[in-house]
């Protein structure tokens, strides 16, 4: 009598379709997606590195050295010695660095105040809205350095315009741009005039996506148009409010063309009108001092990081 033995091979219980071939074929695609993507990407992150991190790198290690004179003189490295001229210079660093604070907070803040306005008030569509907005992004199409000739012809004290129509209503004669006192208020006023529209553009568009149901809700509740623009309106625009302002802050600090087309090297005879930019400017270009300016650049830059990141704690603490 002859036994038959049962069959050894072995039985796959998995279901059809999920044999092990196909079940790593998902995952080999994805791991080819994602190293097409970082290979596709990679030229455009390398050249963006490369125009970052080398001007940075050659920057710093620049402030660290006594370049002097011709580009291609000898220069050694002195440590921090540029560093401490820097801070130590009473005479121009600090009063260049306080202007660029002022001119900085004061047009700013006008600008986010203004621009606040506009957008409110384009907020709801009305007849001739699309000639407002041509008429108002009109600063922003022409280059600094034009608006700067343009404003010096305007405010100049002899011929210019604004002097006729402030005599026009009965009002003294101003020097402007040719005044010590004046000179930074009136720059920051032009400042204004150039980016306020950008300010109401941005604010306008985080306007539109706000939702109209807590505002709805209180009007049927009897609150008044400030109430709702206080206590509503003005802390769900907080995130675009925020960006806003940082976006300007730094763009703000930055600010060379229109100085230096209105004011020149310097920034006026008594340097009245001499922000961070235009003093590196000066020390670079005008007396050669490669090292120092480098070294006054990157004071400028540590600078404007911790503004944009005091503006972003702040914009982080309102909007929780």
């Known amino acids: 009598m002859s036994i038959t033995k049962a069959s050894t091979v072995p039985v796959d219980s998995r279901p059809p379709g999920e044999g092990p071939a196909r079940a790593r074929r998902p995952r080999t695609f994805e791991q080819a997606n994602r190293r097409l993507k970082w290979t596709m990407l990679a030229p455009a992150l390398l050249f963006v590195g490369l125009m970052i991190v080398f001007p940075l790198a050659f920057t710093?290690?620049?402030?660290?050295?006594?370049a002097f004179g011709a580009v291609n003189a000898g220069k050694k490295h002195?440590?921090?010695?540029?560093?401490?001229?820097?801070?130590?210079?009473?005479?121009?660093?600090?009063?260049?660095?306080?202007?660029?604070?002022?001119?900085?907070?004061g047009a700013v803040m006008v600008e986010t105040v203004l621009g606040l306005a506009l957008a409110m008030l384009m907020r709801k569509p009305f007849r001739g809205m699309r000639w407002v907005r041509t008429v108002l992004i009109i600063p922003l199409l022409t280059t600094p350095v034009a608006i700067g000739i343009l404003w010096l012809l305007i405010l100049d004290p002899t011929n210019g315009i604004a002097n006729h129509l402030l005599e026009g209503v009965g009002l003294p004669r101003q020097e402007f741009l040719g005044s010590v006192g004046q000179s930074l208020p009136t720059l920051m006023l032009i400042d204004v005039w150039q980016w306020t529209p950008m300010m109401t553009l941005l604010l306008l568009a985080g306007l539109t996506t706000l939702p109209?149901?807590?505002?709805?809700?209180?009007?049927?509740?009897?609150?008044?148009?400030?109430?709702?623009?206080?206590?509503?309106?003005?802390?769900?625009?907080?995130?675009?409010?925020?960006?806003?302002?940082?976006?300007?802050?730094?763009?703000?600090?930055?600010?060379?063309?229109?100085?230096?087309?209105?004011?020149?090297?310097?920034?006026?005879?008594?340097?009245?009108?001499?922000?961070?930019?235009?003093?590196?400017?000066?020390?670079?270009?005008?007396?050669?001092?490669?090292?120092?300016?480098?070294?006054?650049?990157?004071?400028?830059?540590?600078?404007?990081?911790?503004?944009?990141?005091?503006?972003?704690?702040?914009?982080?603490?309102?909007?929780?």
Not at 60 to 66: R, V
Not at 91 to 100: E, G, K, L, S, V
């Open 60 to 66: 710093l290690d620049l402030s660290l050295t006594d």
């Open 78 to 105: 002195i440590g921090l010695r540029n560093f401490a001229d820097a801070l130590g210079d009473t005479r121009r660093f600090w009063p260049a660095a306080r202007r660029t604070l002022v001119f900085t907070v």
């Open 212 to 320: 109209e149901e807590p505002e709805e809700a209180a009007l049927v509740d009897g609150a008044n148009a400030w109430q709702r623009f206080r206590h509503i309106v003005l802390p769900m625009l907080g995130p675009a409010l925020a960006t806003a302002l940082v976006l300007r802050a730094v763009d703000a600090l930055k600010t060379f063309d229109i100085l230096y087309a209105t004011k020149g090297a310097g920034g006026g005879s008594d340097f009245e009108a001499e922000t961070l930019n235009v003093y590196a400017y000066g020390l670079t270009f005008d007396y050669q001092e490669y090292g120092l300016a480098a070294a006054v650049l990157v004071l400028f830059t540590l600078f404007i990081i911790g503004v944009v990141v005091l503006l972003r704690r702040r914009g982080g603490r309102k909007n929780t």
